[in-house]
């Protein structure tokens, strides 16, 4: 059983930054593939950045550039640190492991087997 915790949310202006982390419990953390997910108000989950336990990194369109996904494997620990953030970035974001990294389904919530319960991003313009 993995445990994943999500921290680092909070209220932003437009243009500002945070990062979120994503503390996992587990011994095979390195192996995982890690997600970030988000789901705005009103809208449908919908997949952020996804970093391979090989460090292979795929980002959704609206975040590419401005968003980037790291990991710490010694600290169990994802990372999603988030600049130039705008108004439409507001949402719940929630990081996501699997044991195995496919690059057919990295961006569908159903192929991960781990969720943490969320942390809150508000974006003010």
């Known amino acids: 059983q993995v445990q994943l915790v999500e921290s680092g949310g909070g209220l932003v202006q437009a243009g500002g930054s945070l990062r979120l982390s994503c503390a996992a419990s587990g011994r095979t953390f390195s192996s995982y593939a890690m997600a970030w997910f988000r789901q705005g108000p009103g809208k449908e989950r919908e997949f952020v950045a996804v970093i391979s336990g090989g460090g292979i990194k795929y980002y959704t369109d609206s975040v590419k550039g401005r968003f980037a996904i790291s990991r710490d494997n010694a600290k169990n620990t994802m990372y999603l640190q988030m600049n130039s953030l705008k108004p439409e970035d507001t949402a719940v974001y929630y990081c996501?492991?699997?044991?195995?990294?496919?690059?057919?389904?990295?961006?569908?919530?159903?192929?991960?087997?781990?969720w943490g319960q969320g942390t809150q991003v508000t974006v003010s313009s």
């Open positions: 996501a492991g699997r044991m195995a990294f496919s690059t057919g389904n990295y961006y569908l919530g159903h192929a991960y087997d781990y």
